[in-house]
């Protein structure tokens, strides 16, 4: 078992996303919190980036694909970047926090929250 883990927080992107229709022509802000696990030791050992998983790459690999498609829930959002992640990067598993920002008066914030496994072959 891993306990090991790569994070990113409060990766905001400004993106078309939104059920109605006033939604569609304009961009609100998500924030994204993740969290993947990957085992960390070998990159430790040597002191070698390769060796796990670089969260700058991660990142900007969510700001494109959040940029990219413009869907109507974030649940799509958040669904969409965790098949990226554990199809691109040597994850485990990765749990993805995803808030949309301003989107209900009188809250912090609203959002998903979802945890997806690699599966095992
Ligand atoms: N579970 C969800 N509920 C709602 C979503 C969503 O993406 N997931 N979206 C909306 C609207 O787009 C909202 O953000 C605008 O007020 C409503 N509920």
Do not use: C
């Amino acid at each position: 078992m891993i306990h090991d883990i790569v994070f990113i927080e409060a990766l905001k992107v400004d993106t078309v996303i939104g059920v109605y229709d006033w939604e569609k022509k304009i961009e609100q802000t998500l924030q994204f919190d993740i969290e993947m696990r990957t085992d960390i030791k070998a990159a430790a050992q040597i002191d070698d980036l390769s060796k796990t998983v670089d969260y700058s790459v991660v990142a900007e690999d969510v700001v494109n694909l959040a940029k990219q498609n413009q869907a109507e829930l974030i649940e799509t959002v958040a669904e969409k970047v965790a098949e990226l992640i554990l199809a691109d990067y040597q994850v485990s598993s990765v749990k993805i926090t995803l808030r949309k920002l301003g989107a209900v008066p009188n809250t912090a914030s609203v959002g998903v929250i979802i945890e997806r496994t690699k599966p095992l072959y």
